[in-house]
């Protein structure tokens, strides 16, 4: 097992909203390294790592500790659970699943009705999640009313898998992201920056990029790189100008995503860092899918970012797949960034 | 071992259809005790023999579950499958599957699916059917051992919940283990009849195990047993005991009544259930076998057939056993131990 | 062996109209077979005595699919229906030979061009005809009367390493079976030969040929379509030319196992390619003998080939030489 800690990460239950577990068990790794650290009122885990005072700039860097999921929205007559989505989740993924219910983490599975009783027009047709139902054993309402409520959190139930280069667990996006942060601070250990440096584990990007505002207005950064996961789609049922990202290929850089264009010095200087250092690394090829930097760029003055991410096969799902090379190239890029701060100098 | 952990034993063994050794072990040990041989045919049934005198009872159980077998890879190991039996694409989106090749030796893949927000819009209605879908066993550094012919099972072990198992096949494995209690039940009998336990394959492509075993067997009546779907609205439900199937045309009617009969008479809970034609089990082609075999079915009652999460309830697997058991000792009229 | 593959694919033998071809593979095998008979519903059964005491069985079967004629017009015009899987769609613009002798075009029908657009569409037997050329109801009747059967009128064509003919399915493993007659010496176990009829409309010679020999194996021998042309099948993974296959499953049944591993363990001791297929759809006889008595442990050999159930169909030579090789192995190894 090459990243104990990632498959720490990635089995921990967080979904937006109940990232608790996922932020007290990242706390309990940093808060000795750090010069500061603490909760704020939404749940994000901030950090700060004081520079020599130099330089008056400070950099932020982000990842987000929740992951898609699932929410409890009614319990049904005959004991099962009717839910909703927490993040995107596509109800394709998830008929004939185990999944985890409440604090106590109950299992029950989503089954579904068996192929022999369905009508064949309809056998390829998506069920709406409306119509899907976590069942746990319970006969009647009143049992499962015992044990849970509505509101309760469902969690996808995954262990984490290493097989040669790659990895599969739930919750790669975005706990890369999180043990990135984690590891860019383990390698600034003895090490005195010019400016400060703020780790931000940020909560609800999931549902709405919520966390990371409220973050950046604590702290203030003039410039932020953001560590997401993003989608690949290098698979056989798509032509390759249509993949996005593909595994392998080293960290992803994006130059625009829903609802920003990031910024183009940032970027540049991130690219210039790879090749210096001959970091292989692939654009994201589509404008699809978004990230905090679009929330960062809308708060205070606008803080200008990177985002720089691993990529993943078949995220928001119980089973995505990543190259653990490609999570490596990440971290060292990082680091240098850090370190060399050029992404600060204007 | 209690039952619920034979339950997921059963489950978790290895046993796509045509394929089932693995699972003939697992059964082998747990029945080993109770009868006095085991052999497998020439077609793959595995056969368990409690001598006896009397009436000779044929009881049929499948092992085979619905799985899938690699059709084609391609040079990046992304591999294309076709289903073992009959298997929902709905349900094989976003599992791990487990594989095992030629080679002997097994590997994970990942039936995968993109992301919402990479798909067309008009797709997302829609299921991918099996021509779309894929494993990915590109993860294997070593992918290329991977080649047509291999088998493939979706990784998910069987776990209890509330007094229920959920597993990947408890169809019918559920069932094998009702014969292994009842065969255990019988051995508290001095006297029984002749039970043969057979533990048939490919019933999942046209009950062709049991043709073959029912041929070869000389028996005065065969009992199939097979899950059937919890379904309030026909009241069969988990929880309630077995469903005896009152008719038509494929169920023996003087059997049947000394089933309910027994049933009745010894208190014990039973649900009723119909076909009006084949039952679709083994049981269809077991009755039209040799001369002919009068015949019966009983059926489990299970939530969520052929998918990965089966659920059958852990008390109407025993106390089908136990109905089977007495229901046998009373067609002899033995004496117990 | 090229001559003998021709001979017997240019002959015209429908299901339950196999009494052609039987003549021909009797004639052919006759100085090689220890014995030979033909059962109540017209399978030729021939044996080659080993010393083993097991048994083995090889099935081709003989029948090829064809058509009917169910009714002749006031003008000569017949109408005809399918005997097996043979698609209207597959004679537009080619020709019938009917046991008679009399030669037959097709065409449809259509009173507007609408109705002929929509007759394109949706091609069943009863919107088309055949016309052998007859000036009347009573030429007709002489030439081809009702219940008169007949077949896709198509020539053998030797590309060198690949062939074409109709019939190929399944008259190449009969040539493969035939050929293996031929060459094999030394048998390990009694090897039982079937020429089966009227596989095409349901398997049904292969269902009782087994019942009075119930042996220790058999691996029906058939053709497969190749998913290796533009764009074919996506889900298939053999190829033309890469060796006959060992079938894993069909539509129709799962080979045993057993004979799956003992097959490829030939092959891999014999160095003869072979390949592994899926096919996700179609049967072949193997099922017939799993479903016969108490169950035979089967499997299926087959020659791939593209344009299946059409009039030109095409293997590839190396391909048909290596599976008599296979089989022969088999056939001297033994089952065990």
């Known amino acids: 097992m090459k990243l104990e800690r990632l498959k720490d990460l990635c089995e921990l239950p967080g979904i937006s909203g109940f990232e608790e577990k996922v932020s007290s068990f990242i706390r309990s790794i940093v808060e000795p390294r750090v010069d500061s650290i603490w909760t704020d009122t939404v749940g994000n885990l901030i950090a700060e790592k004081k520079g020599t005072g130099k330089s008056s700039k400070k950099l932020m860097l982000l990842a987000h500790t929740d992951e898609v999921g699932l929410m409890v929205k009614k319990i049904n007559e005959d004991g099962t659970l009717s839910f909703t989505s927490v993040g995107g989740v596509d109800p394709r993924v998830l008929m004939g699943k185990k999944v985890l219910v409440g604090k106590d983490f109950v299992p029950g599975v989503i089954g579904f009705e068996a192929i022999h009783t369905q009508d064949p027009t309809a056998l390829l047709k998506t069920p709406s999640m409306g119509k899907l139902r976590i069942y746990l054993g319970y006969s009647k309402k009143e049992e499962a009313q015992k044990n849970h409520r509505i509101g309760d959190p469902v969690f996808f139930d995954t262990q984490y898998e290493e097989i040669g280069d790659y990895a599969i667990a739930k919750s790669f996006d975005d706990r890369t992201g999180c043990e990135v942060l984690i590891r860019i601070l383990e390698s600034l250990e003895g090490y005195r920056l010019d400016f400060d440096v703020?780790?931000?584990?940020?909560?609800?990007?999931?549902?709405?990029?919520?966390?990371?505002?409220?973050?950046?207005?604590?702290?203030?950064?003039?410039?932020?790189?953001?560590?997401?996961?993003?989608?690949?789609?290098?698979?056989?049922?798509?032509?390759?100008?249509?993949?996005?990202?593909?595994?392998?290929?080293?960290?992803?850089?994006?130059?625009?995503?829903?609802?920003?264009?990031?910024?183009?010095?940032?970027?540049?200087?991130?690219?210039?860092?790879?090749?210096?250092?001959?970091?292989?690394?692939?654009?994201?090829?589509?404008?699809?899918?978004?990230?905090?930097?679009?929330?960062?760029?809308?708060?205070?003055?606008?803080?200008?970012?990177?985002?720089?991410?691993?990529?993943?096969?078949?995220?928001?799902?119980?089973?995505?797949?990543?190259?653990?090379?490609?999570?490596?190239?990440?971290?060292?890029?990082?680091?240098?960034?850090?370190?060399?701060?050029?992404?600060?100098?204007? | 071992m209690s039952l619920a952990r034979l339950l997921i034993n059963l489950s978790n063994a290895f046993g796509p259809v045509g394929y089932e050794d693995e699972v003939h072990s697992v059964i082998r040990e747990a029945i080993g005790p109770f009868v006095d041989e085991t052999y497998t045919d020439e077609i793959g049934n595995l056969i368990a023999v409690k001598k006896g005198s009397g009436k000779r009872i044929g009881v049929f159980t499948h092992v085979d579950e619905v799985s899938l077998v690699i059709s084609r890879v391609d040079e990046r190991g992304f591999a294309r499958f076709e289903e073992l039996g009959g298997v929902d694409p709905k349900v094989l989106i976003s599992q791990k599957v487990k594989i095992r090749s030629r080679d002997g030796k097994e590997r994970s893949g990942v039936i995968g699916m993109l992301a919402p927000h990479l798909q067309k819009r008009e797709t997302r209605g829609e299921v991918p059917s099996f021509d779309e879908l894929f494993i990915d066993a590109s993860?294997?550094?070593?992918?290329?051992?991977?080649?047509?012919?291999?088998?493939?099972?979706?990784?998910?072990?069987?776990?209890?919940?509330?007094?229920?198992?959920?597993?990947?096949?408890?169809?019918?494995?559920?069932?094998?283990?009702?014969?292994?209690?009842?065969?255990?039940?019988?051995?508290?009998?001095?006297?029984?009849?002749?039970?043969?336990?057979?533990?048939?394959?490919?019933?999942?492509?046209?009950?062709?195990?049991?043709?073959?075993?029912?041929?070869?067997?000389?028996?005065?009546?065969?009992?199939?047993?097979?899950?059937?779907?919890?379904?309030?609205?026909?009241?069969?439900?988990?929880?309630?005991?077995?469903?005896?199937?009152?008719?038509?045309?494929?169920?023996?009617?003087?059997?049947?009544?000394?089933?309910?009969?027994?049933?009745?008479?010894?208190?014990?809970?039973?649900?009723?259930?119909?076909?009006?034609?084949?039952?679709?089990?083994?049981a269809d082609n077991v009755q039209i076998a040799g001369t002919g075999v009068p015949t019966l079915l009983l059926s489990l009652p299970e939530m969520f057939m052929h998918t990965p999460v089966e659920v059958v309830q852990v008390s109407d697997v025993a106390g089908t056993a136990r109905l089977l058991a007495g229901f046998f000792i009373s067609l002899k009229g033995a004496e117990e131990q | 062996m090229k001559k003998l593959i021709e001979k017997l694919v240019t002959i015209s033998s429908p299901s339950g109209r196999e009494d052609a071809i039987r003549e021909a593979i009797a004639e052919e095998i006759k100085p090689y077979v220890d014995s030979m008979k033909i059962d109540p519903l017209g399978n030729l059964v021939a044996l080659k005595k080993g010393k083993s005491g097991k048994k083995l069985l090889f099935d081709g079967h003989m029948d090829e699919i064809g058509v009917v004629v169910t009714h002749i017009d006031s003008n000569g015009f017949l109408r005809i229906d399918s005997i097996g899987g043979l698609s209207p769609y597959m004679l537009l613009g080619s020709r019938l030979i009917f046991e008679?002798?009399?030669?037959?075009?097709?065409?449809?029908?259509?009173?507007?061009?609408?109705?002929?657009?929509?007759?394109?569409?949706?091609?069943?037997?009863?919107?088309?005809?055949?016309?052998?050329?007859?000036?009347?109801?009573?030429?007709?009747?002489?030439?081809?009367?009702?219940?008169?059967?007949?077949?896709?009128?198509?020539?053998?064509?030797?590309?060198?390493?690949?062939?074409?003919?109709?019939?190929?399915?399944?008259?190449?493993?009969?040539?493969?079976?035939?050929?293996?007659?031929?060459?094999?010496?030394?048998?390990?176990?009694?090897?039982?030969?079937?020429?089966?009829?009227?596989?095409?409309?349901?398997?049904?010679?292969?269902?009782?040929?087994?019942?009075?020999?119930?042996?220790?194996?058999?691996?029906?021998?058939?053709?497969?379509?190749?998913?290796?042309?533009?764009?074919?099948?996506?889900?298939?993974?053999?190829?033309?030319?890469?060796?006959?296959?060992?079938?894993?499953?069909?539509?129709?049944?799962?080979?045993?196992?057993?004979?799956?591993?003992?097959?490829?363990?030939?092959?891999?001791?014999?160095?003869?390619?072979?390949?592994?297929?899926?096919?996700?759809?179609?049967?072949?006889?193997?099922?017939?003998?799993?479903?016969?008595?108490?169950?035979?442990?089967?499997?299926?050999?087959?020659?791939?080939?593209?344009?299946?159930?059409?009039?030109?169909?095409?293997?590839?030579?190396?391909?048909?030489?290596?599976?008599?090789?296979?089989?022969?192995?088999?056939?001297?190894e033994g089952v065990e």
């Open chain 2, 139 to 282: 993860i294997n550094p070593d992918y290329e051992k991977i080649g047509v012919g291999d088998l493939a099972v979706v990784d998910i072990l069987a776990f209890e919940m509330n007094g229920k198992v959920a597993g990947k096949a408890l169809d019918d494995r559920a069932c094998a283990a009702i014969s292994i209690e009842t065969a255990r039940e019988l051995s508290k009998y001095s006297t029984t009849p002749t039970v043969y336990f057979v533990f048939t394959t490919r019933e999942e492509v046209g009950a062709i195990g049991a043709k073959g075993a029912a041929e070869a067997l000389e028996i005065d009546l065969g009992v199939a047993m097979d899950v059937t779907h919890h379904d309030k609205e026909n009241d069969v439900e988990l929880g309630k005991g077995p469903a005896l199937t009152v008719g038509g045309p494929n169920i023996h009617k003087k059997y049947f009544e000394l089933l309910d009969k027994h049933a009745k008479d010894n208190e014990i809970k039973v649900q009723y259930d119909f076909t009006s034609g084949r039952t679709g089990t083994d």
């Open chain 3, 100 to 332: 008679t002798g009399a030669s037959g075009v097709v065409d449809l029908e259509g009173e507007t061009i609408k109705e002929l657009g929509e007759s394109i569409k949706n091609l069943d037997f009863d919107h088309i005809f055949v016309d052998i050329g007859a000036i009347d109801k009573s030429d007709a009747e002489r030439k081809a009367p009702i219940g008169t059967f007949g077949t896709y009128d198509s020539e053998f064509i030797d590309l060198g390493k690949r062939l074409i003919s109709k019939s190929m399915d399944d008259r190449i493993a009969c040539a493969i079976m035939i050929q293996v007659l031929k060459e094999l010496k030394d048998p390990k176990d009694d090897v039982y030969f079937v020429f089966a009829v009227q596989e095409e409309v349901g398997l049904v010679g292969a269902s009782v040929a087994a019942f009075d020999i119930m042996p220790d194996m058999a691996v029906a021998v058939d053709v497969t379509t190749g998913p290796d042309t533009p764009k074919s099948l996506k889900r298939m993974g053999f190829k033309l030319g890469e060796g006959p296959t060992i079938k894993i499953k069909d539509r129709g049944s799962i080979s045993s196992s057993r004979v799956v591993s003992r097959l490829k363990e030939i092959a891999e001791k014999k160095e003869i390619p072979t390949q592994y297929e899926v096919l996700i759809f179609g049967g072949t006889d193997a099922r017939g003998y799993q479903t016969t008595g108490r169950g035979i442990a089967s499997g299926t050999v087959s020659v791939p080939c593209r344009y299946v159930h059409s009039p030109h169909e095409m293997v590839d030579y190396d391909d048909v030489l290596n599976a008599v090789r296979l089989l022969k192995a088999l056939a001297e």
């Open chain 1, 198 to 346: 703020y780790f931000a584990w940020v909560v609800q990007e999931e549902v709405g990029l919520r966390g990371s505002g409220v973050a950046a207005k604590q702290i203030k950064p003039d410039a932020a790189l953001v560590f997401e996961n993003t989608t690949a789609g290098d698979n056989p049922e798509l032509p390759d100008y249509r993949w996005a990202t593909s595994l392998g290929r080293g960290p992803v850089l994006t130059f625009a995503h829903s609802g920003l264009v990031l910024d183009k010095r940032i970027l540049d200087t991130i690219v210039d860092t790879a090749k210096k250092n001959s970091i292989e690394f692939q654009y994201k090829s589509r404008i699809a899918g978004g990230t905090d930097a679009a929330r960062l760029a809308r708060v205070i003055s606008g803080i200008p970012s990177g985002v720089i991410s691993t990529p993943s096969r078949y995220i928001h799902s119980p089973t995505s797949v990543i190259n653990v090379n490609d999570f490596l190239g990440v971290v060292k890029l990082a680091s240098l960034l850090v370190k060399e701060g050029k992404v600060l100098s204007r």
